[in-house]
């Protein structure tokens, strides 16, 4: 086992029975207990699924700059929900049962990924400059396109859609929690069973063709995953920017060396680590609520920095 | 011995390559010569199943390119391709152990492990192999690469411009141990190179592309003359004789 591994592994826990335990009085604890509980899960599953879908679509794209959220993925999302309320109406739109309505939207976002990202990355991986643009570019396009729509719905409609467009930590969808808590758990164990072939795709199609592995293939399947897990994620607290970026380079510093089996895992416990620490740090001892969003930012983005300095991004 | 029939190629409707039809023999090293831009990367890449073979065809030993697994072929034959850069931050010996990929797909058993040793030793990175690849030179860097791809301990090493920062020193260790490869090991080299005298000095067979289109094969002695050299690269080269091989005196 990494390193890495054996001392996140207990941060995490630390980490959980802090946010569950800390300041439970007796009156009300079994209440207290399964909201506390319901939100962790949310939290452990956000977590996670960015980590994991940030380090996975890093090797597909063979660079450490660009992410899922940066590629407009979960603004992609986002445009969803809101072309969703446009079309359907606010009530129509609440009327649809959350698991199913969830479940088509991942679906939608697998298939509007890999139409996009597959034949960007299909051949034109090599040429990391124009994916980057197309990337931001289209990232952009779908946050307008999102504000757009949003312009044209009535305020009370529109309130909705922005609490989707946001990151929110402390509100989760506890009812979603099951769908995408169970999807995005697939995802992660598919992704980690592919662990060693992930290995050889990191390498580039150039390095991985000649050895054998169905590089295409895997690169498609890859982008499917990270689009579920974009999916899960987004769903249950809404689009978290940098959030993986910072997340995956943590993994990729913290890891002696650059195997799937060790990064995806390293990956997801740093994230967990992050935002149920951050969150039990800022709602529970500094009563800062909602602020959590923006100094994981923040500090992650310091850290990054620190580690563009060490020259350990590559 | 790979046949190549009526093999071309077209990006963007400019025609690459054109009906390129020749044998590379089987236990020989083959060099490919010729001016820039000449096609040699596009045909190399076409044989290595790198990009999809628009007209023609391509076998490796009987083995259609377009339809044999994709394993089966990394079993049978290893290519470097001309720029040596992967997306992962590795160790040499890291690296050099993704030539073992075909054979344990992500078992690793100790025949393995002693393979990727032997490839360590052979191409002289034993004190570097600790050492991650962006702490090393072009020419080191370039030597793990070709331990890598001689880990994979294929019939056929397709080598795309190795000899390119390379020192002398290192520049002739590694023709001789191809050429040891050839002669005590039985396998088939195939390497792009511009020093016209390596090829003179080492190659069986040398195969010279001009425009897309085959513009000599042969045995050295009989493509490196002075007409077909100014045909292949525009400029007047003297040849003249060394050990029984030519030798090409390219001093204006
Ligand atoms: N992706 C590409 N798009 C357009 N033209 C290309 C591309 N790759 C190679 N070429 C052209 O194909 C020709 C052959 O290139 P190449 O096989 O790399 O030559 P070389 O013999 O120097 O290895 C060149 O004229 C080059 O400009
Ligand atoms: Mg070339």
Redesign the pocket.
């Known amino acids: 086992m990494d390193r890495s591994l054996r001392w996140l592994v207990p941060i995490c826990l630390v980490a959980a029975g802090l946010y569950l335990f800390w300041g439970l009085r007796a009156a009300n604890w079994a209440f207290v207990l399964e909201l506390r509980a319901t939100r962790l899960a949310a939290l452990t599953v956000v977590g996670a699924s960015v980590g994991v879908a940030t380090v996975l679509f890093q090797t597909v794209s063979t660079n450490r700059i660009l992410t899922p959220s940066i590629m407009g993925f979960d603004a992609l999302y986002v445009l969803m929900q809101t072309a969703g309320v446009a079309f359907l109406g606010i009530s129509g739109f609440a009327a649809l049962p959350g698991g199913p309505k969830f479940l088509l939207e991942t679906a939608g976002l697998v298939a509007a990924a890999l139409l996009l990202f597959g034949t960007l990355l299909g051949r034109g991986a090599q040429d990391l400059p124009r994916m980057i643009l197309t990337g931001v570019i289209f990232g952009i396009l779908f946050r307008s396109a999102a504000g757009f729509v949003g312009r044209l719905l009535d305020p009370n409609a529109y309130a909705v859609v922005q609490q989707a467009s946001f990151a929110t930590f402390s509100q989760v969808e506890p009812g979603l929690l099951p769908w995408a808590g169970l999807l995005a758990l697939s995802a992660m164990g598919f992704a980690l069973a592919l662990a060693p072939r992930l290995d050889v795709l990191a390498l580039g199609r150039r390095t991985s063709v000649p050895l054998g592995l169905a590089h295409d293939r895997l690169a498609l399947l890859t982008l499917g995953l990270v689009a579920v897990l974009v999916a899960s994620a987004t769903a249950l607290v809404g689009p978290i920017g940098f959030f993986g970026l910072i997340v995956a380079s943590l993994a990729h510093a913290l890891t002696e060396r650059a195997r799937h089996a060790a990064l995806l895992p390293a990956a997801a416990l740093s994230a967990v680590a992050l935002l149920v620490g951050g969150q039990f740090l800022f709602e529970r001892l500094l009563h800062l609520e909602g602020t959590l969003s923006i100094v994981v930012e923040l500090a992650g983005g310091l850290f990054f920095l620190w580690l563009l300095m060490k020259g350990r991004i590559r | 011995m790979i046949e190549l029939e009526g093999v071309g190629?077209r990006?963007?409707g400019?025609e690459?390559?054109t009906d390129v039809t020749t044998r590379l023999p089987k236990g020989a090293l083959t060099a490919?010569i010729?001016?820039?831009?000449?096609?040699?990367?596009?045909?190399?890449?076409l044989i290595a199943r790198l990009a999809p073979l628009g007209q023609g065809q391509i076998r490796v030993d009987g083995l259609d390119v377009a339809r044999t697994p994709s394993r089966q072929l990394a079993l049978k034959m290893a290519v470097l391709g001309?720029e040596t850069a992967v997306g992962s931050r590795l160790r040499v010996h890291e690296l050099v152990g993704f030539g073992r990929w075909p054979h344990h797909q992500g078992r690793r058993t100790p025949a393995d492990a002693a393979a990727v040793e032997e490839a360590i030793a052979v191409f002289d990175l034993g004190p570097l192999a600790d050492r991650f690849l962006d702490e090393l030179s072009g020419g080191q860097r370039q030597r793990a690469f070709l331990a890598m791809t001689f880990a994979q301990g294929t019939d056929w090493l397709l080598l795309?411009?190795p000899l390119n920062n390379l020192d002398m020193a290192h520049a002739r260790a590694l023709l001789s141990r191809l050429n040891d490869l050839v002669r005590a090991g039985g396998r088939s080299v195939v390497v792009?190179m511009h020093d016209v005298n390596y090829a003179a000095a080492w190659a069986d067979h040398i195969l010279a592309?001009k425009?897309?289109r085959i513009a000599a094969e042969g045995p050295p002695a009989e493509v490196l003359t002075t007409p077909i050299l100014h045909r292949l690269y525009g400029i007047e080269m003297e040849v003249a004789e060394h050990r029984g091989r030519p030798l090409v005196l390219h001093h204006a």
Request: net charge negative.
């Open positions: 190629h990006i963007d400019a690459i390559l490919l010729g001016p820039n831009g000449a096609g040699k990367s596009t045909l190399l890449s001309q795309d411009e792009v592309l425009d897309g």
